[in-house]
């Protein structure tokens, strides 16, 4: 899916990710975040400690690609939050 694609999802899915926020458009180093941008031409997904700092989790080189597998990440944290399987 497209970034916007995804935005429009992620604003209607309501996930559970506990005390994380979603990050969309720059790499920050604020606690508790995963995210998703495009920086130096690649698509990075991310995620940062607790006590900041990130580390990149996965690297695309195509939007939608990165947009699937963020979707797809943001699900399996909220299905374990949420206990599904």
Known sequence: MTKQEF???YESSKFNLGEYIVVIDNI???PLVMG???DNCIWKIYQT???GGHYVIK???NEIQAFNYFYELLLSRHNYL???S
Request: proline content about 0%; some cysteine; hydrophobic content about 35%.
């Open 59 to 61: 690297e695309f080189l």
């Open 49 to 51: 400690k607790e006590k």
């Open 82 to 84: 949420s206990g599904n």
């Open 28 to 30: 920050t180093d604020e």
């Open 36 to 38: 998703c941008a495009f």
């Open 7 to 9: 935005l429009t999802i």
